[in-house]
């Protein structure tokens, strides 16, 4: 009897999520690992060098763009940075990317836009948080007015899932559709798949994934700051 991953209700997307999910969980173990035996006093080298190097130039951007808090969001930008850098260029093994997974980048735009609201609500506290999302200027308004920018801005907040899942969804797949269709033509074509391969897994990919995180610190910074 032939058992596939459907009838336990997975789909190739899931089954590589999880696979990217287990390998990054592996990385880091083995990050923190040889951090923890690092000398201080002498510099690193080799996989710690890249991961300092990486950890630094994420955490200069994110400080110009989400200011002086930055740095207790930084292991979420990157963690969300590597995962769906990782997604995108499974591409390149010949296994089905999830990020061509509609549920999969719905998922993540939900969980990051929760991350963005409870760090709000932590900075702020719930009711100047809620007041500066939903109310902003408006707040000396007219109530009809006031009531009409509260509507607007509870459906900006929510647009912003589809706004994440759907740019990041569709970008991918595109290019997986692409690239299909190439492998279609006639074998003259074959010597440019490689190039558009490189192109979609890993130039589009590494393209998205930055986009998805700076409109992540964006929203973080008009979440967190106080001004």
Known sequence: MNISIEDWGLTSTAVNSILVT?????????????????????????????????????????LGQIGTSAPKFVPYVITV??????????????????????????????????????????AKGILRYLKDVYVGPA??????????????????????VVSLSFRLFGNIVSGALLLALFAMLPLWTTPVLPALNLYFDIFAGLIQTMIFCILMMIWLETAVSKE
């Open 22 to 62: 287990l390998t990054l969980v592996v990385f880091f173990i083995v990050v923190g690992i040889k951090i923890g035996k690092a000398d201080p006093s002498k510099p690193s080298r080799g996989l710690l060098l890249v991961v300092e190097l990486i950890y630094t130039g994420v955490s200069n951007f994110a």
């Open 81 to 122: 940075g590597s995962y769906l850098i990782l997604a995108n260029l499974i591409g390149l093994l010949g296994l089905t990317a999830p990020t061509t997974d509609i549920n999969i980048t719905a998922a993540l735009a939900i969980m990051t836009l929760l991350y963005i609201m409870v760090s709000g609500v932590i």
């Open 139 to 160: 707040s000396a308004s007219p109530p009809v007015i006031k009531q009409f920018i509260i509507v607007i801005n509870i459906i900006s907040e929510f647009t912003k």
